[in-house]
């Protein structure tokens, strides 16, 4: 049977990358947001940290992120006149679940965009090269876009977990981040010393490049939006109370605010 | 091999192939999943193979260990926990 769910201002289905920074961005506006997400609710500290995170079995081999295929899976067949039959060993072809989303899936960190992805069309098209010289197309003003995503993730500094050495386990700390020694180390001074707080900060090498997961970074804001009730995140909800929870209409604020 | 090439047949059974891979797998599973699964007891399977086991960060060791045996006792989730 249908569940009637209390009505919301916004109601965001699947609260990974996309969604956990929508579901961030209207509950700080002010918005009554609803968040569904499939699969269990799961913490950068317990889950993602080492040494849970290392058990392999668990995750390589029996898909502990991805969907429950004895629960809920699809149906498939190789041409028409085959019974369809449904999937119940994961291959290739990965549907995940989990609040954090693919976020999670693809190991839980993301890189900035070089230089060259906004480039590479120019050296391998020659008629189009013309074209995209005459405009800005090197990292067309998304400096600042980049800058103030990198902001937002960064509330949650990245770190490695816990490292074990000569027996002594340091960590893990999510404060503590493990020295950066050798050629590695020159590269951060020299990148650090040529950064400024314009656009070039898009090329800054190393470490930095590397942007935190949405568990380890939106999520810690979600859980602070959800603690001070901004933010309702309901898990496993049936397709029925998705159906019902949006119809909720998203214009209340507008209505609210309006004089 | 007539297992894993599935000339082998079982009446009535499962199809070779299915019984290979599945006995395959839980050997393999047995022998080099974590211990806290009942299997590999004392590590024993990951130190015939020379894995650390469970820890974070192994990059220094693959450089200074290079054609080498690795020494250190591997370290699971249990003793990590």
């Not at chain 1, 920074?21 to 209207?26: C, D, F, G, H, M």
């Amino acid at each position: 049977m249908a569940t009637k769910l209390k009505e919301v201002d916004a109601v965001i289905v699947g609260l990974g990358w996309t969604g956990g920074i929508l579901a961030k961005e209207l509950a700080e506006a002010g918005l009554k947001v609803v968040a569904l997400e499939r699969g269990a609710m799961r913490s950068t500290d317990k889950d993602y940290a080492v040494p849970n995170i290392r058990d392999e079995l668990r995750y390589v081999v029996r898909h502990d992120l991805m969907q429950n295929t004895a629960r809920d899976t699809l149906t498939v067949r190789n041409n028409p006149s085959q019974e369809a039959l449904p999937m119940r060993r994961l291959g290739s072809f990965l549907p995940g679940e989990v609040v954090g989303g693919s976020a999670v899936h693809w190991s839980g960190h993301t890189w900035r965009w070089t230089d060259m992805e906004f480039k590479v069309r120019s050296p391998l098209r020659g008629a189009l090269r013309q074209e995209l010289h005459s405009r800005r197309h090197d990292h067309p003003g998304l400096g600042h876009h980049l800058r103030r995503a990198r902001a937002v993730l960064r509330q949650v500094r990245i770190h490695r977990g816990g490292v074990w050495q000569g027996g002594q386990h340091q960590g893990p700390d999510p404060a503590r981040r493990q020295p950066v020694r050798g050629a590695a180390r020159a590269r951060l001074s020299a990148a650090a010393a040529h950064a400024d707080p314009g656009e070039r900060d898009v090329h800054q090498g190393g470490e930095e490049q590397r942007l935190p997961s949405v568990p380890a970074a939106v999520g810690k804001c979600l859980a602070r939006l959800h603690q001070s009730r901004r933010i309702e995140i309901r898990r496993r909800a049936s397709i029925a109370a998705i159906a019902s929870a949006s119809a909720a209409r998203p214009t209340r604020r507008a209505a609210r605010t309006s004089p | 091999m007539a297992l894993s090439s599935g000339k082998l047949s079982f009446d009535n059974g499962l199809p070779a192939r299915v019984f290979w891979t599945t006995l395959y797998q839980t050997v393999m599973e047995g022998m080099f999943s974590d211990p806290i699964y009942g299997g590999n007891r004392n590590k024993a399977g990951w130190r015939l193979i020379g894995f650390p086991g469970a820890i974070a960060v192994h990059r220094e060791n693959v450089e200074k260990y290079r054609d080498k045996k690795f020494p250190a006792d591997p370290v699971s989730i249990a003793d990590m926990s």
